[in-house]
């Protein structure tokens, strides 16, 4: 069993503006996050669930959304069991609930790029105002 909690964005990241950046943090407890690929995704009012990147195991692989390509960057610290998302020239159609995931097995990164996930956080708002 994993634990998944981001943070970054809500209350504390509040409300940026178009061209801002912001980082997301995904701290996972429980079993170690190594075990896993993570990636994360987001959500935005009456859109379906968007991959927006992932990570692999030991950080050696990623995959970007093009949406995100160029602009944000996904790195992991396995000895804190940290996952982060680094968002730079932030745009409101970036507007939404960022959720973190964990996917192990066969091709975890693949199934986290195919939307697939076997653990989930609770998610942190990113509002991006124009």
């Given at each position: 069993q994993v634990r998944l909690v981001e943070s970054g964005g809500g209350s504390e990241?509040?409300?940026?503006?178009t061209g801002d950046s912001?980082?997301?943090?995904?701290?996972?407890?429980g079993r170690t996050a190594s075990a896993y690929a993570m990636g994360w995704f987001r959500q935005s009012?009456?859109?379906?669930r968007e991959f927006v990147t992932a990570?692999?195991?030991?950080?050696?692989?990623?995959?970007?959304?093009?949406?995100?390509?160029?602009?944000?960057?996904?790195?992991?610290?396995?000895?804190?069991?940290?996952?982060y998302l680094q968002m730079n020239s932030?745009?409101?159609d970036d507007t939404a609930v960022y959720y973190c995931a964990a996917a192990a097995g066969s091709e975890p990164l693949q199934r986290l790029f195919r939307g697939q996930f076997d653990y989930w956080g609770q998610g942190t708002q990113v509002t991006v105002s124009s």
């Open positions: 990241g509040g409300l940026v503006q912001l980082r997301l943090s995904c701290a996972a407890s009012p009456g859109k379906e990570i692999s195991r030991y950080g050696a692989n990623t995959n970007y959304a093009d949406s995100v390509k160029g602009r944000f960057t996904i790195s992991r610290d396995n000895a804190k069991n940290t996952v932030l745009k409101p």
